[in-house]
């Protein structure tokens, strides 16, 4: 939200320096994102009225002016312009002016004819640009005067206001926060309610629960018109553009007080005015000139025969005050939040009222609001105002005292604070002292609790002042803290094995990338009540969809080797609702071609398991699995347990992401991953072998069906211990059967023995070797191939 430091001047005392406002907001919570210089402060810029235009001797799109800039004597100006006429009268540089881009004034010759100053156009002075040309002034202005004068100048604070505080979209909340947080006196342009009388129960609202409070005032015999020169300067102050005294006013009225109103025609009304739900079908012509599809999930304002205005959103171009408006039908309501903002979001619809409106307005300010608009129509258009019409009895907001204690004060901030000090912060915000405890003001709905005003003391009295302490005592690891560390050994496992990490969207569409993959039951997952947009309707069920979405974005971006990892919650109907994930995706080569000869490969199943291996630990095994929806699918199984699945994607599917290469992807609950490991997972280191290694190699036969892990295990379970490594380097079979029977097959291995004492004798290394042969013929029923 932008705000005029001028504008905030006239209702509080502000700080010195707009540096020394910016910390001040900016410690107390409000972020400034921008800072804008308005206005013109250049001395020798003046109002000068055209004398004379005569044709340039020597130069056809030049003119010869003189001029009269209130010094008693014409002043001589060459000028290119073309949409003045002698009379006007126009900004005019003296000799010894500096105009924006450090652009001097002097006396010098334009094709030989000499020009004293220069007639300036709106870009020319840093004002907003108008028509091409000079900037043409009002007839009434007195020559000689400063054009500092007319443009003051203005410096404008783009804010970030956060949605729960409301009451800072308005002038009246900023400069109430500002005195508050400097103590200073405020003079908030509040009118008197009593001197508006309230009719209830006239105006129909379909559904209280949707529109609580509903207001509407007729004002006969207004005469509309332009608005005075103030009220457009505080309109373009913050980027709004002056249309008509009557919205004028009602966006002032929204600046001023935070409250979105809006005014229609009473004569192109039909029938009494409506709160109702859209009809299925039914269409809405907007001020933006575009026609919205309706449905009943849409709350509108109608006539007997039309909608007149989309609630809390925008108003139509069929009932919108024009010049010849005489009567006007004034709103001012309250409108549920949530419902705004869904009716913003599914018709991409949003404007000034809806971004009030869906973060919450005061519902003590409706009738304010109304009130203070019709005075200032009354004074700038005329107009007799009727009685304020409501849909539903007003309701007198009563809020709970909340109760705040002294001690707990001190306990929190850790410093103590005067109960005088107390009563000043809480007063300046507003509240007001009830028995023992504070009544929170109807503008600031976020202050519920205790604590919500211990904070609103710390916010003035300021962190900085808040000693500090050490009282943290050791305290033995937690759950929390073994999980934390967990996945920092796994995120550098996985960088170590040159991936790299993607962090994706918690909400994803309705039917993610990846529920097919992995055969997650659409009952299981869990559904947004109130989505913003179609593709945020779900918590994510596994990470696979950012990933994938990742390796979409990044091949059409060109890359071709992608190595992604996440670590995130994932979600579930299912207890206890929340998991923690790892997941990586791969795809493209993992060996470029090259000149030397190397054809260069892609990542496929092998690379994967090997990369999984190496981030999940030794004791990562797999088994194949059952998945129709996969090309490859395999189950991950750690110290023998199950804690996720790896799989490759159709050609089609990946196709589908834009992937001409092989897509793999690979996921692990690090719940189950903790606990099938129980404490296990511990690196061990050893020192370096002192002494050689001896390898010996080992042919078997073995049927189609035996795994290499059911034989890794034979002879890791020997427990030889001159055994250190294994090695699968050959496998073998022959269709034809001629030189293996084709239900058979032929694996090599290469066995690595080594002594941590001393260096081994053959006879020993052949002892060794002989022992584990034996081994796996009688357990496995395996030929050996000498």
């Known amino acids: 939200m932008k705000v005029s430091l001028n504008w905030l001047r006239e209702l509080v005392e502000l700080p010195a320096t707009v540096d020394a406002l910016v910390e001040l907001l900016t410690l107390a919570g409000v972020e400034v ?46 000028c290119g ?29 334009l094709r030989g004819v000499e020009s004293q100053g220069m007639m300036c156009s709106a870009d020319e002075l840093g004002l907003p640009k108008g028509e091409d040309g000079l900037l043409i002034l009002p007839a009434e202005l007195n020559t000689g005067t400063p ?14 206001i956060t949605p729960n505080r409301p009451d800072l979209l308005s002038v009246n909340g900023i400069a109430r926060e500002i005195g508050a947080l400097t103590a200073k006196p405020i003079a908030l342009t509040v009118p008197e309610l009593a001197a508006a009388p309230v009719s209830e129960n006239v105006i129909e609202v379909e559904d209280i629960e949707l529109c609580p409070l509903y207001s509407a005032r007729t004002i006969r ?128 619809l949003s404007s000034d009222s809806s971004y009030r409106f869906e973060r919450g307005v005061d519902p003590g300010g409706v009738l304010v609001a109304s009130q203070r608009a019709t005075e200032l129509i009354r004074q700038l258009a005329g107009g007799e105002a009727g009685p304020i019409e409501t849909g539903a009895p007003v309701a007198v907001l009563e809020t709970p005292p909340i109760g705040l204690r002294q001690e707990r004060i001190t306990r929190l901030l850790g410093v103590e604070v005067s109960p005088d000090r107390v009563n000043q912060i809480l007063t300046g915000f507003g509240l007001t002292k009830s028995g023992t405890g ?102 994510r069920p596994n990470l696979l969809h950012g990933l994938l979405k990742a390796v979409r974005d990044n091949i059409r971006a060109g890359a071709k080797s992608i190595r992604l990892f996440e670590i995130g919650r994932v979600f579930s109907n299912r207890a206890p609702e929340e998991f923690s994930h790892f997941a990586a995706v791969v795809s493209g080569p993992i060996s470029e071609r090259s000149w030397r000869g190397g054809e260069g490969s892609d990542a496929d199943l092998y690379f994967l398991k090997g990369l999984v291996t190496s981030v999940l630990g030794k004791e990562t095994t797999f088994e194949p699995d059952s998945n129709p929806a996969l090309a490859l699918a395999l189950k991950v199984n750690v110290a023998g347990k199950p804690v996720g699945f790896l799989g490759q ?138």
């Open 147 to 160: 054009i500092a004068d007319l443009y003051p100048g203005d410096t404008i604070l783009d804010l970030e």
């Open 438 to 539: 504070w009544s929170a003001p109807s503008f600031r709905s976020d202050l519920t609790r205790e604590v919500d005003l211990i904070e609103e003391i710390a916010r003035v009295i300021g962190m900085e002042i808040i000693p500090a302490r050490t009282q943290a005592r050791f305290a033995a690891a937690s759950a929390t803290d073994r999980a934390y560390d967990r996945a920092m050994t796994l995120r550098a496992a996985a960088v170590a094995q040159g991936l790299h990490e993607a962090r994706s969207l918690t909400l994803v569409p309705a039917i993610p990338l990846g529920v097919a993959f992995t055969q997650i039951a659409e009952a299981n997952l869990q559904r947004v009540k109130n989505p913003m947009i179609d593709d945020q309707v779900v918590l």
């Open 33 to 78: 994102e921008g800072i804008e210089t308005h206005g013109v402060a250049i001395p020798n810029v003046v109002v000068g009225q055209i004398l004379e235009s005569v044709q340039h001797p020597n130069a056809d799109r030049l003119s010869v002016c003189q001029v009269d800039d209130g010094s008693g004597a014409p002043r001589q100006i060459v």
């Open 649 to 786: 994607l159709w050609p089609a599917d990946a196709r589908n992401l834009d992937a001409t290469a092989p897509v793999l992807f690979a996921e692990v609950d690090l719940g189950a991953f903790e606990k099938a490991l129980q404490g296990g997972g511990i690196k061990r280191f050893r020192e370096v072998a002192r002494f050689p290694a001896v390898t010996r190699d080992i042919a078997l036969v073995a049927p189609l069906d035996v795994k290499h892990a059911a034989i890794e295990e034979v002879l890791r379970a020997a427990n030889e211990p001159l055994l250190t490594h294994i090695e699968l380097f050959d496998i073998f079979t022959d269709p034809s059967g001629v030189k293996l029977a084709v239900e058979r097959k032929s694996l090599a291995y290469s066995l690595t023995y080594r002594s941590s004492e001393k260096t081994l004798t053959a006879d020993e290394v052949n002892a060794a070797h002989g022992r584990l042969k034996e081994r796996l013929q009688r357990e496995l029923k395996l030929s050996l191939r000498e």
């Open 221 to 348: 015999g207004v005469k509309v018109g332009p608005s005075p020169a103030w009220l457009c300067k505080k309109l373009e102050s913050v980027g709004l553009r002056p249309i008509n005294n009557i919205v004028d006013i009602t966006n002032l009225v929204m600046l001023e007080l935070g409250q979105p109103l809006h005014a229609f025609d009473a004569a192109k009304l039909t029938g009494p005015v409506q709160v109702r739900l859209a009809q299925e079908g039914e269409q809405f012509l907007a001020l933006n000139a575009k026609t919205y599809p309706l449905n009943p999930r849409h709350l509108v304002i109608a006539d007997s025969k039309r909608v007149l205005a989309i609630a809390g959103v925008m108003g139509g171009e069929e009932s919108g005050v024009t010049e010849s408006t005489e009567t006007i039908v004034l709103e001012s309501a309250y409108f549920q939040p949530r419902n705004i903002r869904r009716t913003s979001r599914e018709l991409s």
């Open 81 to 109: 312009a073309k949409n003045y006429k002698v009379g006007d009268k126009v900004p005019v540089a003296l000799p010894g002016a500096v105009l924006p881009g450090d652009f001097k004034i002097k006396v010098g010759k």
